[in-house]
């Protein structure tokens, strides 16, 4: 575990089969993202999800588009100005010191993002520190087997173990379901 996505293979990150097995408006709406949420997009990459979100919370929400990677978040800008987006706020970011206030979140969300730290109960805790009393966060991540798409199993993270590393970081009413057989999604609230 804990290898990390290569900037150079960006283009993977909005491919069909990405689209297909990812789809991200029906995952915000599995996961009751709302209007006038605050969420923190924690390792956007280029937008795939970012976008979505910034439709998912209208005008009133924001969506904070956090990555390691600058060239990444030139991606998002150039997708912001193509759709006249003016909810997204870029900022590039630290892995263990996420660029933002205490308690400024709604929700914190992460994308196939938690089987690439390596320091994972440092990385929630840092989560839990944006989040407001009871924010959410939401993780998705591959389904720890081998298959046809994504990442060889043992470079994925179990579920089990991500289970225990959001309990030991504070987090309550942890559920995880499979969305499909590619991906599982954690869903937890701060305590």
Not at 20 to 37: F, H, M, Q, R, Y
Not at 130 to 151: M, N, Q, T, V
Not at 173 to 183: A, L, P, R
Request: hydrophobic share 40%; with cysteine; glycine share 6%.
């Amino acid at each position: 575990m804990a290898h990390k996505f290569k900037v150079i293979n960006k283009s993977k990150l909005d491919s069909p089969k990405r689209r297909e097995v990812l789809p991200a408006k029906e995952i915000l709406k599995t996961v009751g993202i709302k209007e006038s949420d605050v969420v923190a997009d924690i390792g956007c990459g280029i937008g795939f999800f970012t976008f979505p979100l910034s439709e998912a919370v209208g005008e009133e929400g924001i969506v904070y588009a956090l990555d390691i990677e600058k060239e990444m978040l030139d991606d998002v800008e150039a997708g912001m100005l193509e759709r006249n987006i003016k909810n997204v706020r870029p900022v590039v970011t630290q892995e263990y010191r996420l660029i933002l206030e205490d308690k400024s979140v709604d929700v914190a969300f992460l994308c196939t993002v938690m089987h690439e730290v390596k320091m994972r109960e440092k990385f929630l805790k840092e989560a839990s520190r944006i989040l407001y009393p009871d924010g959410r966060i939401i993780i998705i991540e591959w389904i720890r087997k081998d298959s046809d798409y994504g990442p060889p199993a043992d470079h994925r993270l179990d579920k089990n173990i991500l289970k225990r590393n959001l309990q030991r970081t504070g987090f309550k009413d942890i559920q995880i379901t499979d969305f499909n057989n590619y991906f599982y999604i954690a869903d937890a609230k701060k305590k």
